[in-house]
């Protein structure tokens, strides 16, 4: 069974601060890696896609992967309350099937 | 912007009904996807379509779940009958066929069954 495993939170960081969402997968073959946020009753919005290992950043997100550790991050730099969301680890493994998510975690951000 | 859409948006349903959800993805996306989110979890995969084909409903519950695509753009999943452990919101999403992998969701639809 591939799974995704994620830390449930709530993470709580206080407005201005740095967030840091993990996440590990357990198939060595995923290829392709992405971070969804969720606020609550609404559905899931891509925010970050990351292929190779290294870091990805855009704005105040960055995306880090470390294949060898099976191991993918998302840091949230100045964190605002509107920044308070669910987000979802997901990673797709050989090409054309379908993302694996996991639970998500839950930031807050206290303003 | 393109989207996907579905409808309805909420439905509320008695157990034993049967109920419908319907999906048109992004325009020129060949591959479509029902997922279902139980509140508290992240979404897990009913149906995978490219085009009309179904590539994987290994997680489908076929006994009372069915899903088609007939002409290979807009998608209805159904649920016959219901129950109540079926409330969840049932999500559908779509990604460009040899374009990257990234599935784009649409808003979704509550479904309670009571």
């Known amino acids: 069974q591939k799974e995704v495993e994620q830390n449930s939170g709530p993470l709580s960081v206080p407005e201005g601060a740095i967030a840091s969402l993990n996440c590990t997968y357990s198939?060595?073959?995923?290829?392709?890696f992405f971070w969804y946020r969720q606020y609550s009753g609404k559905s899931p919005e891509l925010i970050m896609s990351?292929?190779?290992?290294g870091d990805k950043e855009d704005g105040r997100f960055t995306a880090q992967l470390n294949k060898a550790s099976q191991y993918v991050s998302l840091l949230i730099r100045d964190s605002q309350p509107s920044d308070s969301a669910t987000y979802l680890c997901a990673v797709n493994g050989k090409a054309g099937t379908a993302l694996i998510f996991g639970k998500g975690t839950t930031l807050s951000v206290s303003s | 912007e393109a989207e996907v859409a579905q409808s309805p948006r909420y439905k509320i349903t008695e157990k034993s009904q049967a109920v419908a959800f319907w999906c048109d993805p992004i325009s020129g996306h060949a591959t479509l996807y029902w997922y279902r989110q139980i509140l508290g979890q992240g979404p897990e995969l009913l149906v995978q379509?490219?085009?009309?084909?179904?590539?994987?409903d290994s997680q489908l519950p076929k006994d009372r779940f069915s899903a088609e695509r007939l002409k290979g753009v807009d998608s209805t999943l159904k649920i016959q009958p219901a129950e109540l452990g079926d409330s969840a919101m049932y999500l559908c999403a779509s990604s460009s066929h040899g374009g990257g992998p990234e599935a784009f969701f649409g808003q979704g639809t509550r479904l309670t069954v009571v």
């Open positions: 198939d060595r073959g995923s290829q392709s």
């Open positions: 379509f490219q085009d009309e084909s179904v590539v994987d």
């Open positions: 990351i292929y190779s290992n």
